[in-house]
């Protein structure tokens, strides 16, 4: 077998898709499958000119629907494997995003978002937030990173492999068109000498032994008889899942331990710009404070709540027209607390126009 | 298994499932006869452990748990996705895409067509009954001109809905060496085994995509008595949809 891709730790300067094909390699991934679309493209380029490399596989299928099913796959011949898709793309993967779903299959995703709805810029945008999360014809049993630069992309990369194959649930590495193109200093590392652990990969069909003799034969499916069936099927997915939630969260807060006149919430990149506009809060005499989460799915409803409770108003910002809000409003739900927005469907937020914001709002 | 068991079982494959049977298709259907004939391919190949059964949506899915092999049931018209990924990822074992006519030509003929040009090395078999039977009998890409369905209740006006889809004849148009492409028909259940036995063993070979298009029946949607069932099967599908190989590696093509 080949050598490591990546040993010890390495100073870099990468575009975002860079970063990914890398972490995707760092994280043992067998093989990816995928379809071209912009922004997501070059995670494909890196990953053709990688892979060879490290005995690596890649299949580029006929459209995004072809590449979520051989995805599935992969994963179910027991290889850890992977694909990443972006907008409209995204669109078609929610029908073997459903399936994954519903039978417990540990794909990762990929996803740069790029504007919306339909084919929109290829540039960026935080408009594919509902659909990663709760996309397809179920109750949306994933889970969600979101990535706020590229240190992130390289660790959640990592990381939703484990998620995905310790949980069994179809993960997603949720970045934006931003922080794929753009390039950032970050440390790359061999997951190992960082003490983690990649979760060993199983097949779920093809398993050794002669099936119906040495063992039982595999039998997949995703369709029920009866109403009866499919609720007991999909309330232990339910069960499960609720109670891997508190595991799995993930959030960061920003000078939120004392009392504030405003709890600032976004996610992603648009996490960097609210960081920003902290200081200059202060510098004008307003306690403000941050929190991002960085599971969307399942949310970090308690640990926001707690941070939420501490300010006397709330303000959404993300590049979408209200998806993190409804997710926010459903996590607060209770909490006499008036939330304030900056919806920006498709465009940048700077730290200036969430401080101008947070003015105005007063 | 008490004696009386052994007494009252009819033979069946040995890679078949015998606590699934009998099983659930229609009285008079062609999918049983097709599925015997895989079974008995897969022992005489002796493949049991290798294989991987996907099926499709639409009576194809009620083969779910047919055979003693691994098995995974997907969406309608992705079965040869799925089971392109798994054979990607391990090429060793032996992947069977089961669908019907609707799943292959309608609604993953673009899986079809493009597993055939990159020449994957899977085996995909076609249940061509000229309906969508699982839904209550609408017309498919395969329903002939004038056939009546539940969508043609006047009979299929090929000015309005075009013709019927010859498959194989598609697929070897388009596959390179390497392929193999034949149509059968349960009418002919020797020769129909002997294509089979080829296309899986085309996959165990190396060679490439595999594709057999099994002409069958569906009495219950037809509304058709035993006689007029193999009537329309061995004379108005017969003409229209030709038996025989469309594409053996290593050999001039033959009709």
């Known amino acids: 077998m080949s050598e490591k891709p990546v040993t010890g730790e390495r100073r870099v300067f990468m575009t975002g898709n860079e970063v990914c094909a890398w972490a995707a390699l760092a994280a043992e991934a067998d093989i990816m499958y995928g379809y071209p679309i912009t922004p997501q493209t070059d995670i494909m380029q890196y990953w053709t000119r990688l892979a060879p490399k490290f005995g690596r596989k890649f299949l580029q299928t006929e459209d995004e629907i072809s590449a979520g099913f051989t995805t599935i796959g992969g994963v179910l011949a027991g290889k850890r494997a992977f694909s990443a898709t972006t907008g409209p793309g995204n669109v078609l993967f929610q029908e073997p995003m459903s399936m994954a779903e519903m039978m417990r299959i540990p794909t990762v995703v990929i996803i740069p978002q790029r504007g919306g709805p339909s084919t929109a810029t290829v540039i960026y945008s935080q408009q594919e937030v509902t659909m990663t999360a709760f996309g397809g014809n179920g109750e949306g049993f994933r889970i969600v990173y979101s990535t706020a630069g590229h240190q992130d992309l390289y660790d959640y990369t990592i990381k939703a492999f484990n998620t995905a194959w310790k949980y069994r649930f179809p993960t997603f590495v949720l970045g934006d068109g931003y922080q794929a193109k753009m390039r950032e200093p970050l440390t790359i590392y061999d997951p190992a000498q960082r003490g983690i652990q990649m979760v060993k990969t199983e097949p779920l069909v093809g398993l050794e032994g002669t099936p119906g003799r040495d063992r039982p034969t595999q039998y997949l499916r995703n369709t029920y008889n009866t109403e009866e069936e499919l609720y007991e099927v999909v309330m232990e997915i339910a069960r499960d899942f609720e109670k891997a939630a508190p595991e799995i969260v993930e959030w960061q807060d920003f000078d939120t331990d004392k009392e504030m006149d405003v709890l600032i919430l976004a996610h992603g990149v648009v996490s960097r710009s609210a960081q920003g506009a902290l200081p200059l809060l202060r510098e004008q005499g307003i306690r403000a404070g941050h929190f991002r989460p960085i599971t969307l799915r399942p949310m970090p409803e308690e640990q926001m709540r707690r941070a939420a409770a501490k300010a006397k108003r709330i303000l959404v910002v993300e590049s979408a027209y209200g998806q993190l809000l409804k997710l926010v409003q459903q996590s607060l739900y209770g909490l006499a607390k008036p939330i304030d927005t900056l919806l920006r469907p498709g465009a940048g937020v700077t730290a200036e126009e969430i401080a101008d914001q947070v003015k105005e709002g007063r | ?255």
């Not at chain 2, 049931?73 to 060793?92: L, S």
């Open chain 2, 1 to 255: 298994m008490t004696r009386e068991k052994i007494a009252l079982s009819p033979a069946m494959p040995k890679c078949w499932n015998p606590e699934t049977k009998p099983h659930k298709f229609c009285p008079g259907c062609g999918h049983g006869l097709a599925l015997k004939m895989l079974g008995e391919a897969i022992d005489e190949l002796d493949i049991q452990d290798r294989v991987i059964f996907g099926c499709d949506i639409g009576c194809s899915l009620l083969s779910w748990d047919f055979f003693n092999v691994d098995s995974v049931q997907t969406h309608h018209g992705r079965t040869t996705p799925v089971i392109t990924g798994i054979k990607r990822a391990r090429p060793e074992l032996i992947g069977i895409a089961y669908m019907g006519d609707g799943g292959g030509y309608a609604i993953g003929a673009q899986h079809l067509v493009n597993s055939a040009t990159r020449n994957e090395k899977v085996t995909a078999i076609l249940i061509n009954n000229t309906n969508y039977g699982m839904t209550g009998g609408q017309m498919a890409p395969t329903t002939l001109p004038g056939q009546k369905t539940e969508t043609t209740p006047y009979g299929r006006d090929p000015e309005e809905t075009g013709y019927p889809t010859l498959g194989p004849e598609m697929v070897a148009a388009i596959a390179k060496e390497g392929a193999y492409v034949a149509r059968g028909s349960i009418a002919n259940l020797r020769q129909l085994k002997k294509f089979l036995k080829k296309a899986i063993q085309n996959q165990v070979d190396g060679n490439g995509f595999s594709f057999v298009e099994v002409v069958s029946s569906c009495p219950t949607n037809w509304r058709t008595n035993a006689e007029a069932t193999w009537s329309f099967v061995e004379k108005d599908m017969a003409e229209y949809f030709h038996v025989g190989e469309f594409k053996v590696p290593g050999q001039k093509e033959e009709k």
